[in-house]
């Protein structure tokens, strides 16, 4: 694009400073890796191809698997563009042997490094999670002003109407995002030039993810029209990828770097980058609300892991059982967290868990065999059973020795611990 150091280094600032990047920070985390979107774009951007392209898309992709499922889904949709205009777009660039295996070793290193990390254990249940209460594939869309909306970011742009789901207000550019757009835009305009015909496969990806964004049921300023319905069979496979606003993540990077190519190439590097030093400062500015908002939720941590459960029970407990059940079993459950924190730190396993994805069938299964575990006393081997109802801890009571076994209230939860008091004897 250029070599001048300022541009370079108030781009890269800029491409950055985006809430996009900032709002991963305080939640959904393992999102915040969106430099493999970046990685995908510059390999995209690239012209020719050749062995180190091949090689750097398949492993791109197969780390990508690693990371996140949407993130998987962006990453893959920008490579299939490319691959694409290598093997197809552009006559004679790839041959079709290479470009078959290329495909072949991207799907198989997914397929993979997908099997490693535990994605197939996950029979059903794939629009299940925290947030399927609130709507499936159409409910999570990005409003086709939500790019300029400055939600409770921005210090100068007015909080926008919109359709009041998690993502909103995470997709704003900033005003430094949206003056590098209009810049781009009006150095267009000056000097007009098409865009180069290898890109246009990638333009098509990118199409593709911005309309899943926007979904069937198109929201300007939080008026909905739904454009097309769709069965329930449709809306329940893409329910996997419900929260589909995500999907403007590369749409966002990539009209920053055309922004920045377009000015570039009507004024020149050193131009630019005074530009977009600008540019930059007002973006700062501007963000200054929502990143002191992040900054307050995540700046005032510990160094530490504060212990939630504070009984000497616990850690006595954590020295004599090797598993912690939490009954009745749940995505989220009552205490899930304080549960889930005293398995960790004590190296225990334990079904207390926030998961993204759960198969409804297995959870009831496990809950029917942990009632019947309850009702006939038959507990497991040095297993700690904290109880998160009163009919699991009425089939405990029922069942459990008084002789033998504890059943106790620590820290606001009902525990059963088997064989307790006869190991204090």
Same mark, same amino acid.
């Given at each position: 694009?250029?070599?001048? @150091?300022?541009?370079?280094?108030?781009?890269?600032?800029?491409?950055?400073?985006?809430?996009?990047? =900032?709002?991963?920070?305080?939640?959904?985390?393992?999102?915040?890796?969106?430099?493999?979107?970046?990685?995908?774009?510059?390999?995209?951007?690239? @012209? /020719? !191809? /050749?062995?180190?392209?091949?090689?750097?898309?398949?492993?791109?992709?197969?780390?990508? &698997?690693?990371?996140?499922?949407?993130?998987?889904?962006?990453?893959?949709?920008?490579?299939?563009?490319?691959?694409?205009? #290598?093997?197809?777009?552009?006559?004679?660039?790839?041959?079709?042997?290479?470009?078959?295996?290329?495909?072949?070793?991207? %799907?198989?290193?997914?397929?993979?490094?997908?099997?490693? $990390?535990? %994605? %197939?254990?996950?029979?059903?249940?794939?629009? &299940?999670? $925290?947030?399927?209460?609130?709507?499936?594939?159409? &409910?999570? !869309?990005?409003?086709?002003?939500?790019?300029?909306?400055?939600?409770?970011?921005?210090? =100068?742009?007015?909080?926008?109407?919109?359709?009041?789901?998690?993502?909103?207000?995470?997709?704003?550019?900033?005003?430094?995002? +949206?003056?590098?757009?209009?810049?781009?835009? %009006?150095?267009?305009?000056?000097?007009?030039?098409?865009?180069?015909?290898?890109?246009?496969?990638?333009?098509?990806?990118?199409?593709?993810? =911005?309309?899943?964004?926007?979904?069937?049921?198109?929201?300007?300023? /939080?008026? +909905?029209?739904?454009?097309?319905?769709?069965?329930?069979?449709?809306?329940?496979?893409?329910?996997?990828?419900?929260?589909?606003?995500?999907?403007?993540?590369?749409?966002?990077?990539?009209?920053?770097?055309?922004?920045?190519?377009?000015?570039?190439?009507?004024?020149?590097?050193?131009?630019?980058?005074?530009?977009?030093?600008?540019?930059?400062?007002?973006?700062?500015?501007?963000? #200054?609300?929502?990143?002191?908002? *992040?900054?307050?939720?995540?700046?005032?941590?510990?160094?530490?892991?504060?212990?939630?459960?504070?009984?000497?029970?616990?850690?006595?407990?954590?020295?004599?059982?090797?598993?912690?059940?939490?009954?009745?079993?749940?995505?989220?459950?009552?205490?899930?967290?304080?549960?889930?924190?005293?398995?960790?730190?004590?190296?225990? @396993?334990?079904? $207390?868990?926030?998961?993204?994805?759960?198969?409804?069938?297995?959870?009831?299964?496990?809950?029917?065999?942990?009632?019947?575990?309850?009702? $006939?006393?038959?507990?497991?081997?040095?297993?700690?059973? *904290?109880?998160?109802?009163?009919?699991?801890?009425?089939?405990?009571?029922?069942?459990?020795? @008084?002789?033998?076994?504890?059943?106790?209230?620590?820290? /606001?939860?009902?525990?059963?611990?088997?064989?307790?008091?006869?190991?204090?004897?």
């Amino acid at each position: 694009m250029t070599a001048d @150091p300022l541009a370079r280094l108030a781009g890269a600032g800029l491409l950055a400073m985006q809430p996009v990047w =900032f709002n991963r920070m305080a939640g959904h985390v393992h999102l915040v890796a969106q430099w493999v979107l970046l990685a995908a774009l510059v390999l995209a951007l690239r @012209p /020719g !191809g /050749g062995t180190r392209r091949r090689l750097a898309w398949v492993g791109l992709v197969t780390l990508t &698997s690693l990371l996140n499922p949407y993130l998987l889904v962006m990453v893959g949709v920008v490579w299939g563009g490319d691959w694409l205009r #290598r093997a197809a777009w552009e006559r004679g660039l790839q041959a079709p042997g290479a470009a078959l295996l290329e495909a072949g070793a991207g %799907f198989g290193g997914v397929l993979l490094a997908l099997w490693c $990390s535990g %994605f %197939f254990m996950l029979r059903g249940g794939f629009a &299940s999670g $925290s947030g399927s209460e609130f709507g499936t594939y159409g &409910s999570w !869309g990005l409003d086709l002003l939500a790019l300029f909306d400055g939600g409770t970011w921005s210090r =100068f742009l007015p909080d926008l109407p919109d359709t009041g789901h998690w993502e909103t207000g995470g997709s704003y550019l900033g005003l430094g995002g +949206v003056l590098v757009v209009l810049a781009g835009a %009006f150095a267009c305009w000056r000097r007009p030039g098409g865009l180069p015909r290898r890109l246009w496969p990638l333009v098509a990806a990118l199409g593709v993810l =911005f309309a899943f964004a926007v979904t069937h049921r198109v929201a300007v300023a /939080g008026h +909905v029209v739904t454009l097309l319905p769709l069965s329930d069979q449709v809306l329940a496979v893409l329910g996997a990828v419900r929260n589909s606003e995500r999907m403007a993540m590369p749409v966002i990077y990539a009209l920053l770097l055309l922004g920045m190519a377009c000015c570039v190439r009507a004024w020149g590097g050193r131009v630019t980058g005074l530009v977009l030093a600008a540019l930059l400062v007002v973006q700062a500015v501007d963000l #200054r609300p929502g990143v002191a908002a *992040v900054r307050a939720m995540v700046a005032p941590a510990p160094d530490g892991v504060p212990a939630r459960l504070a009984d000497p029970f616990w850690p006595e407990a954590a020295r004599v059982y090797r598993q912690v059940r939490a009954v009745p079993a749940g995505n989220i459950g009552a205490g899930w967290q304080s549960i889930a924190q005293f398995a960790m730190q004590a190296g225990l @396993p334990t079904d $207390s868990v926030y998961l993204a994805r759960v198969d409804g069938a297995v959870v009831a299964a496990l809950r029917a065999r942990m009632a019947e575990v309850l009702r $006939s006393g038959a507990y497991e081997p040095a297993t700690l059973y *904290v109880l998160r109802d009163a009919e699991s801890l009425a089939l405990a009571r029922a069942s459990h020795d @008084p002789a033998r076994d504890a059943i106790v209230q620590v820290d /606001g939860y009902w525990v059963l611990a088997p064989g307790w008091r006869a190991r204090q004897r």
